[in-house]
């Protein structure tokens, strides 16, 4: 069984950055595919980004994409997403999810989750 802890949210103004984490506990992660999920007020969850832990393969949402690194640390066994010149609408409740299945980025795809960590960016 894999367990998940985010870390790493706050408040923060627009454009600045931050960084959230995701620790694992129980089985490895070695042959995972890790993602980040965010859900904003009033809205459903949505992807934004994915790792192959393995192979370092990285899949981004359209809105992440120039703004958001995905990244991970073997030794540590720790998921990262690096955000940069965050905007208001990043404003949400961030997951980290796991699955053994190759790089995806649907929901249902994913069996472990974290409890979420909320990332609000003033303007």
């Known amino acids: 069984q894999v367990q998940l802890y985010e870390s790493g949210g706050g408040l923060v103004q627009a454009g600045d950055s931050l960084r959230l984490s995701c620790a694992r506990a129980?089985?490895?992660?070695?042959?995972?595919?890790m993602a980040w999920f965010r859900q904003a007020p009033g809205r459903e969850r949505e992807f934004v980004a994915a790792?192959?832990?393995?192979?370092?393969?990285?899949y981004y949402a359209r809105s992440a994409k120039d703004r958001f690194t995905i990244a991970r640390d073997d030794a540590k066994q720790t998921l990262y997403l690096n955000m940069d010149s965050l905007k208001p609408e990043d404003t949400a409740v961030y997951y980290c999810?796991?699955?053994?299945?190759?790089?995806?980025?649907?929901?249902?795809?994913?069996?472990?989750w974290g409890q979420g960590t909320q990332v609000t960016v003033s303007s």
């Open positions: 129980g089985a490895p992660l070695s042959t995972a595919t």
């Open positions: 790792i192959s832990w393995s192979a370092g393969d990285t």
């Open positions: 999810a796991g699955t053994y299945k190759g790089l995806t980025q649907r929901q249902g795809d994913y069996p472990h």
